[in-house]
């Protein structure tokens, strides 16, 4: 499939070893892409997949709301001209629990519109072996994201 093409050269470092940003703007951008295809991958982006996909990305790396519209339209252009993200660490890098926190984060988005489309749940099951995760993994996230956000 090409839209995990995609986002795994998201992912990879560049052969050049050039840098547009920093590690945690790779990072950035890397969720946001993986959000937008999330929100993107049934054909249709209602606007409660929107809205959770710009607090969700307030929320994680605690940006304004100008911030999330450069970061969402740096990720369109990134995502449009294919560019080289840079040398952001490939998530299997990362710890289980910020694994699972992503996946978390796609399962907001999915229900975010109330409805769960083939599309979407074939798309967080790809994300699960792109990450290397189980299926336990996967299934506990989906629980989480369901769960009521708590206010504290």
């Known amino acids: 499939m090409a839209m995990l093409t995609?986002?795994?050269?998201?992912?990879?470092?560049?052969?050049?070893?050039?840098?547009?940003?920093?590690?945690?703007?790779?990072?950035r951008v890397a969720v946001c892409a993986i959000l937008l295809e999330v929100a993107e991958v049934?054909?249709?982006?209602?606007e409660e997949e929107r809205r959770m996909v710009r607090a969700l990305?307030?929320?994680?790396?605690?940006?304004?709301?100008?911030?999330v519209?450069?970061?969402?339209?740096?990720?369109?252009?990134?995502?449009?001209?294919?560019?080289?993200?840079?040398?952001?660490?490939?998530?299997?890098?990362?710890?289980?629990?910020?694994?699972?926190?992503?996946?978390?984060?796609?399962?907001?988005?999915i229900f975010a519109d109330g409805r769960l489309d083939a599309y979407e749940d074939q798309l967080a099951r790809?994300?699960?072996?792109?990450?290397?995760v189980n299926h336990s993994v996967l299934m506990e996230a989906k629980q989480l994201a369901r769960e009521p956000a708590t206010g504290g």
């Open 126 to 132: 790809k994300l699960q072996t792109m990450l290397s």
């Open 6 to 27: 995609k986002l795994r050269d998201f992912f990879r470092n560049d052969p050049d070893g050039v840098r547009p940003g920093s590690a945690e703007d790779d990072l």
């Open 69 to 109: 519209d450069d970061l969402i339209d740096l990720t369109h252009k990134a995502r449009r001209d294919q560019s080289p993200i840079g040398k952001a660490r490939a998530p299997c890098g990362w710890l289980p629990a910020q694994k699972r926190d992503l996946l978390v984060m796609v399962w907001r988005v």
């Open 42 to 46: 049934d054909q249709e982006v209602p």
């Open 57 to 67: 990305l307030r929320e994680e790396f605690e940006l304004s709301d100008a911030e």
